[in-house]
């Protein structure tokens, strides 16, 4: 049953709080894939305890121990998931019947399934063609190396292709189609690989990863860079904030550590510490004239522009196509809830712009989440000028960040279920 919270804070808009945020989800799953094909020669350390991680590696340890004709796995909610097991479950022999939520049944996956079936896998859909459930008889065999997929609609069908490479008969040649979209993760993808001892070769459009051994390696997965964008909102409407965010990396393979650089133009200044980062709210907007284009951080944007909107910033945006395919149609979404406090999205050829002219607080707003953590976490910190601002089934958070209403009770912040 869906429960609601209201979230307050009292304190004077004054913030001062260490945070500790749980490891990339986007590192764990590709790790937790990269193990499982490596038998045992890599192992996975700081894990991230977000549900999405919980149910892959869930299922990726009952996979050892099947024995069925027809082994069913549901993957919930968890779109990578999705997307890796896809590509895993060619590779093993056996039969699947890939499943998911309702959402996930709406959620595009023909071009992932084509690049495969195009090597030869035998994949079928159980329902609408073009979407899960999918019944993958594995263990195919594979006729060709070569692969061409369009890049601007999922990074994670392209890092799906890439993660199984090393252990195909025959290797990968992967030409993508176009500029990919959410190019970090595609470079994250193959320095985790290439950190297990696989090599690969890109040139021009063509990624090339030839059949070879995992080499026996420890992945460490880094905090995740997407829950720190929380904490930049925060500091960017809190009155006064000081707030540390332990262990993340100078060098990050998360394209999500762009918040930096967008937060700045926004009043946050970030700086160095020992073993982290520290986050200070300075008050000076800079925010250039220029649309701010988030195609390599679509994660991302529901945070910054709720941000921006609250401070009543009349920004524009590029690069959210790929939101309309996520938990929900993340802009509509957006445009939803944003009209509470009087603020329109506006959409005009792919360019999204803030219209603040009728901003306005009021003592109370109730902020629906339509099944996605990131509308919950992104909305909360309105909390800092609205009374009490009352967010939708609080469970939600737990697919990417289950402590998140603990670290902001840690903050000052009061969370009442209601």
């Keep these: 049953m869906k429960k609601n919270a209201i979230v307050s804070f009292l304190n004077k808009k004054e913030i001062h709080a260490e945070i500790n945020l749980t490891g990339s989800k986007s590192e764990s799953n590709r790790a937790l894939v990269i193990a499982a094909l490596s038998k045992g020669l890599v192992e996975v350390d700081n894990l991230s305890d ?38 895993y ?16 049944t709406e959620r595009p996956i023909r071009l992932l399934v084509d690049a495969l079936k195009g090597m030869g896998a035998i994949i079928g859909y159980v329902g609408e063609a073009g979407y899960p459930p999918l019944l993958i008889s594995g263990g195919f065999e ?35 189609i176009g500029s990919p979209t959410s190019k970090p993760y595609i470079d994250m993808t193959l320095s985790m690989l290439e950190e297990a001892g696989i090599k690969h070769e890109w ?13 026996a390696c420890k992945l460490t997965v880094e905090p995740d860079w997407s829950a720190s964008s929380y904490w930049y909102s925060i500091a960017c409407l809190a009155d006064t904030a000081s707030l540390t965010l ?32 520290a986050l200070k709210s300075t008050g000076e907007i800079n925010a250039s004239s220029e649309v701010i284009n988030l195609k390599d951080c679509p ?15 009349n920004l524009a945006f590029t690069g959210l196509e790929t939101l309309k395919i996520k938990e929900t149609n993340r802009v509509k979404a957006l445009q939803n809830e944003l ?80």
């Design 246 to 277: 332990p262990h993340l990396k100078e060098k990050s393979l998360q394209g999500d550590s762009r918040i930096q650089e967008i937060m700045q133009q926004l009043g946050v200044q970030t700086t160095r510490t020992a073993n982290g980062i």
């Design 50 to 87: 977000a549900e999405d991680t919980v149910v892959l590696n869930h299922i990726l340890s009952s996979l050892t121990n099947r024995d069925q004709k027809l082994h069913q796995v549901d993957v919930g909610h968890a779109g990578t998931a999705m997307r890796f097991l896809t590509a």
């Design 89 to 104: 479950l060619s590779t093993l022999e056996g039969t699947f019947l890939l499943t998911g939520s309702k959402r996930m």
């Design 299 to 313: 994660d991302l944007a529901q945070t910054i522009i709720v941000a921006a909107a609250a401070k009543g910033l």
């Design 203 to 215: 040139k021009d459009n063509t990624i090339t990863i030839a059949p070879q051994p995992f080499q």
């Design 339 to 418: 009209a509470k406090i009087g603020v329109a999205l506006l959409e005009d050829n792919e360019v999204y712009t803030l219209d603040c002219e009728g901003l306005h607080f009021p003592e109370h707003v109730l902020i629906k989440t339509y099944d996605d953590h990131r509308m919950a976490m992104a909305f909360a910190p309105l909390s800092l000028l609205i009374k009490e601002v009352e967010i939708e089934d609080l469970h939600v958070v737990e697919k990417s960040y289950p402590d998140f209403w603990k670290d902001l009770e840690k903050a000052g912040f009061t969370i009442k279920e209601l």
């Design 142 to 176: 594979q006729t060709t190396n070569k692969v061409s997929i369009k890049g601007n609609v999922s990074s994670q069908y392209l890092s799906a292709l890439l993660i199984i490479a090393p252990v195909l008969p025959q290797g990968l040649s992967l030409e993508i």
